[in-house]
């Protein structure tokens, strides 16, 4: 199976902060490679997917990055709304596979 | 608008068995792959099975492979996940959640449903 590291597994920043999460996947998986942001007691939220395409309705201060093994979330201009874990996932292969998760919290 | 609910989630007993439903509606649900994903407390998302359009392919993480069963009923607008063996481990909220081609995100999720396993 693949699997797919994500770091840091938690950061804080403060609002107005440009803040960057990374993943790296143990194979190629070209740009098979979906973020998403989890809130508690919410359902989770798709931001980007196939790596750099902006999902519809998420915000332009979310961006992605990357191809192969290795991939950037980045948050342009930390809002106190952007507070989740975020989370990588690959859909190169069907044994889909998650990064642990990046708590986010603000300073 | 696009709604997946899920329901069975219960307290189980170790080895007991628990059939958990989606219902789907919004969409037309005989298009879209479907999975679900749990999560357990205080961890991350795990994908558990996947199910495309007309059930010919079906997949497990290794970790339900052989006590899961993942199925669907398009004319109902339904996923379901058969869960037999259970065991503490096992104890997650689970989220039904679509996506349109094996290799696309998913791209709605369900707002989950609470499966405890415990004696």
């Known amino acids: 199976d693949i699997q797919v590291t994500q770091s840091p597994s938690s950061l804080s920043a403060s609002v107005g902060d440009r803040v960057t999460i990374t993943c790296r996947a143990s194979?190629?998986?070209?740009?098979?490679l979906n973020w998403y942001q989890h809130k508690p007691g919410k359902a989770p939220k798709v931001l980007i997917y196939a790596a750099s395409t902006l999902q519809t309705g998420v915000p332009s201060r979310f961006s992605g990055s990357g191809s192969g093994t290795d991939f950037t979330l980045t948050i342009s201009g930390l809002q106190p709304e952007d507070v989740a874990t975020y989370y990588c996932q690959q859909s190169f292969s069907t044994s889909y596979t998650f990064g642990q998760g990046t708590r986010l919290e603000i300073k | 608008q696009v709604q997946l609910v899920e329901s069975g989630g219960d307290l189980v007993n170790p080895g007991g068995s628990l059939r958990l439903s989606c219902a789907a509606s919004?969409?037309?649900?005989?298009?879209?792959?479907m999975a679900w994903i749990r999560q357990a407390p205080g961890k991350g998302l795990e994908w558990v099975s996947y199910?495309?359009?007309?059930?010919?392919?079906?997949d497990y993480a290794d970790s339900v492979k052989g006590r899961f069963t993942i199925s669907r009923d398009n004319a109902k607008n339904s996923l379901f996940l058969r869960m037999s063996s259970l065991r503490a481990e096992d104890t997650a909220v689970y989220y039904c959640?679509?996506?349109?081609?094996?290799?696309?995100?998913?791209?709605?999720w369900g707002q989950g449903t609470l499966v405890t396993v415990s004696s």
């Open positions: 919004g969409f037309t649900f005989s298009d879209y792959y």
């Open positions: 199910i495309s359009t007309s059930s010919i392919h079906r």
């Open positions: 959640a679509r996506a349109y081609t094996s290799s696309s995100p998913f791209d709605f």
């Open positions: 194979q190629t998986i070209t740009n098979y």
